[in-house]
């Protein structure tokens, strides 16, 4: 296979806030899903992204990202298999998240600075300014 690729891009919100968990070393994993929207001439519907990241983007994700933050996610397309309680064999497709970026501006909580507006008088503008 010397001519493939594996690589997926998402754009989406979290579907719930972000599940992280250790490893015995005491590495991080961040388990979480991302809803991301599609649109066709005459349908349009939703599809569930599962995504885990590793190491230090688990524990900044695990931190920073809750249930509704927009994000972009990038990494590769991987599928588990695994045995269900009653030892069915069930597969899992997720990404493996290399990278991730937060999206959609700050939380409700953080106070807003006032928007740029082009051509706007400088006497207009508050005194705010850092300088």
Known sequence: ?????????????????????????????CNFSIACGWKS???EGTEWIRATAFGKLASICGEYLKKGSQVFISGRMTTR???NKDGIDQYTTEINVDK???????????PKSKPFVPNQKLEDIDDNLPF
Do not use: Y
Request: glycine fraction near 8%; proline fraction near 4%; charged fraction near 25%.
């Open 1 to 29: 296979m010397a001519n493939s690729l594996n690589h997926c891009q998402f754009i989406g919100n979290l579907a719930r806030d972000p599940e992280v968990r250790f490893t015995p070393s005491g590495d991080a994993i």
């Open 41 to 43: 001439k005459d349908k």
């Open 100 to 110: 991730m970026q937060m999206l959609g501006g700050k939380s409700d909580d953080t």
């Open 81 to 83: 298999k695994w045995q």
